[in-house]
Each structure stands twice: as structure tokens, then as C-alpha cells.
């Protein structure tokens, strides 16, 4: 499995724009970036998944480069309630793979008022 | 829908007593897990079930069984509990065809003394 490595926190404040970027070198040609999100006491959440260039949901963006060596997260105007813990993901989405994800320590991304 | 369902949310036993998580979906998804969440430490993957009456071991699997019986519910055993296993624990499930996308539990916090 790909290993990521990501800030361990950043600060942010209310309205910003906040980009979170996981390196993963080692990235495998079926793997896919997959991110989560979790508030304190809760289990992680799915956010965006992607393969390259960039996605898009209603919470968040995806920016992929073309050699997929690192993935950005992007979250538009954060608010409080996006203080969380972010954590990315590389793995393949297809069976037959013996071992599963592995979950590093994640960015604690604090938004200030 | 309820999704993945843990219980309990808390507990609380002492160092050689046994006890059995709970877990279950109802999404009928094929592929389940259990993570393990310490302070500082992430995620870490301790057993996962690929379908009914199929396991396997993840990154922590010492200390702790697990079974599946029905594709619905994913237990998971102490046997005889240590204080190292004091931990938070979080059942997960998703699809088989992309296991990268998981929802999870609420957790279940465990102490032992």
C-alpha cells in the first residue's frame, strides 16, 4: 500500500479557503485518493475520491497532478464546524487485494472564528 | 436506514474479563472491519471480513476474534481484555467493489482497568 504523508495540523479562520496536500510517491497505477473527515467522537466520514485532474462534490475539490505523486483537498470557505481531522487515503478500489486501507494520523485542521 | 450500528456506545471492564462488540448493517454490504483509534495514532485496522464466513487480519489483530456468520454482523471478541486494549474501536463497512468508500460506526469506547 502507497504511504501518505500529511501535516500533522494546520489553523485556518472563518471564510477562508483551505488546502490540505497528501504526498504519496510510491502511488500504484490502480490506486485511487480517497479522503475523510472526523469530528471528535465520531467515526470518520467519506468526503472525495479521485483518480486524477480534479473532482468536485458539494463539499469539497480535489486536485490531482498529472504524475499523482501528491492530491490537494480543497474546502471552500470553512466554517467552525469544519474543524476536523483530514485524512487521505491510496489504495485500489477493486477486489482481490488481501490487505485493506490503512488509515495514517491525519491534518487536524482548527478554523478560528 | 440505519447504516453501521454499534453497541455499546461505552464500557468499562477489568484487566481478564471478556466482552463482544457489536456490529451491524443493514446497506447489505459485502466487505466489513474493525479499526482501533488511540490518541495520536489514527486508524489502525485490527480484523476485516471480505463476505460471510471469510476473515482476516489487519495491522493489530492480537487480543481480539472475530466471526461472520451472516452478512448483516461482524463481532468482534475480547477474550480476555488487557489495559493495552483500552481504545476507542470502529466498525466499518462498504461495498466489496469499492473499498475505499466506508461508512462507519458511531464507535465504542472501551476502558479497561
Known amino acids: 500500500l502507497a504511504k501518505t504523508t500529511q501535516p500533522i495540523s494546520m489553523d485556518s479562520y472563518e471564510g477562508q479557503e483551505v488546502n490540505i496536500t497528501c504526498s504519496h510517491n510510491?502511488?500504484?497505477?490502480?490506486?485511487?485518493i480517497t479522503w475523510y473527515q472526523q469530528f471528535p467522537s465520531q467515526g470518520p466520514r467519506f468526503i472525495i475520491q479521485?483518480?486524477?485532474t480534479k473532482v468536485t462534490n458539494e463539499v469539497a475539490s480535489l486536485f490531482i497532478p498529472a504524475d499523482r505523486k501528491s492530491s490537494t483537498l480543497s474546502l471552500p470557505r470553512v466554517s467552525l464546524s469544519d474543524t476536523a481531522v483530514y485524512y487521505c487515503?491510496?489504495?485500489?478500489?477493486?477486489?482481490?487485494?488481501?490487505?485493506?486501507?490503512?488509515f495514517g494520523s491525519g491534518t487536524q485542521l482548527t478554523v478560528l472564528p | 436506514n440505519a447504516g453501521v450500528t454499534q453497541t455499546p456506545k461505552f464500557q468499562v471492564l477489568k484487566t481478564g474479563q471478556s466482552m463482544t462488540l457489536q456490529c451491524a448493517q443493514d446497506?447489505?454490504?459485502?466487505?466489513m472491519s474493525w479499526y482501533r483509534q488511540d490518541p495520536g495514532m489514527g486508524l489502525r485496522l485490527i480484523h476485516y471480513s471480505v463476505g460471510a464466513g471469510i476473515t482476516d487480519q489487519g495491522e493489530v489483530p492480537n487480543g481480539y476474534n472475530v466471526s461472520r456468520s451472516t452478512t448483516e454482523d461482524f463481532p468482534l471478541r475480547l477474550l480476555s481484555a488487557a489495559p493495552s486494549q483500552t481504545s476507542v474501536y470502529f466498525c466499518a463497512s462498504s461495498l466489496e467493489s469499492d473499498k475505499n468508500i466506508q461508512y462507519f460506526g458511531a464507535g465504542t469506547r472501551l476502558s479497561v482497568l
Open positions: 479521485g483518480y486524477k
Open positions: 446497506m447489505n454490504h459485502e466487505y
Open positions: 487515503l491510496v489504495a485500489p478500489i477493486s477486489s482481490g487485494s488481501a490487505r485493506q486501507l490503512t
Open positions: 510510491n502511488i500504484a497505477t490502480n490506486d485511487y
